[in-house]
T-cell receptor, first 118, second 108 residues
Framework: GAGVSQSPSNKVTEKGKDVELRCDPISGHTALYWYRQSLGQGLEFLIYFQGNSAPDKSGLPSDRFSAERTGGSVSTLTIQRTQQEDSAVYLC????????????????FGAGSRLTVL | AQRVTQPEKLLSVFKGAPVELKCNYSYSGSPELFWYVQYSRQRLQLLLRHISRESIKGFTADLNKGETSFHLKKPFAQEEDSAMYYCALRGNTGKLIFGQGTTLQVKP
């Protein structure tokens, strides 16, 4: 695709339900990132996929959060037993994986999925 | 560990005034530094990278390794510069982390 696509754009759910957020990166981009954007917290790193390497999950806030990337392309972020504090905009971004300090490292962001937990 | 600090949540200036958005980082290796910007109702996008040493929309940023800073500057702010600005650091594993962001408000 021409850009990074995220779905759904908006999701309202009840506390305790599970949600899945999807990210379609730019074709050919081997690096994929998930971030959480909330008021007062800035852009919080969640997880980073790079090619076939094991993902860097160091930013996932709890074991209720998980993500996978199938076939090196589409990624799904799953939040189980949602809590009100999970309400935020979840951003996905992708990039080529280039050598350090190359233009290939620039991220292209999706529009985000706004999650509201009631 | 990688860390990016933007001490100001909000910076409000008048049109034509100079602007400096502060960014300090902590990283033991050789970092790549970026500034990303998010205008109202738009996607987050790259503004500039330290490696390019270029000026974008009148903004510049110099990497100061001694002070571990990468402050964003513009000599004369414009109303269209009003946006949220994020400083970011990419470590040698490819992981990219962001600061908490600074909202720049340029008043007419």
């Amino acid at each position: 695709g021409a850009g990074v696509s995220q779905s759904p754009s908006n999701k309202v759910t009840e506390k305790g339900k599970d949600v899945e957020l999807r990210c379609d990166p730019i074709s050919g981009h081997t690096a994929l990132y998930w971030y959480r954007q909330s008021l007062g917290q800035g852009l919080e790193f969640l997880i980073y996929f790079q090619g076939n390497s094991a993902p860097d999950k160091s930013g996932l806030p709890s074991d209720r959060f998980s993500a996978e990337r199938t076939g090196g392309s589409v990624s799904t972020l799953t939040i189980q037993r949602t809590q009100q504090e999970d309400s935020a905009v979840y951003l996905c971004a992708s990039s080529h994986s280039g050598t350090p300090n190359s233009g290939a490292n620039v991220l292209t962001f999706g529009a985000g999925s706004r999650l509201t937990v009631l | 560990a990688q860390r990016v600090t933007q001490p100001e949540k909000l910076l409000s200036v008048f049109k034509g005034a100079p602007v400096e958005l502060k960014c300090n980082y902590s990283y033991s290796g050789s970092p790549e530094l970026f500034w990303y910007v998010q205008y109202s109702r738009q996607r987050l996008q790259l503004l500039l990278r330290h490696i390019s040493r270029e000026s974008i929309k009148g903004f510049t940023a110099d990497l100061n390794k001694g002070e571990t800073s990468f402050h964003l500057k513009k000599p004369f702010a414009q109303e269209e510069d009003s946006a949220m600005y994020y400083c970011a650091l990419r470590g040698n594993t490819g992981k990219l982390i962001f600061g908490q962001g600074t909202t720049l408000q340029v008043k007419p």
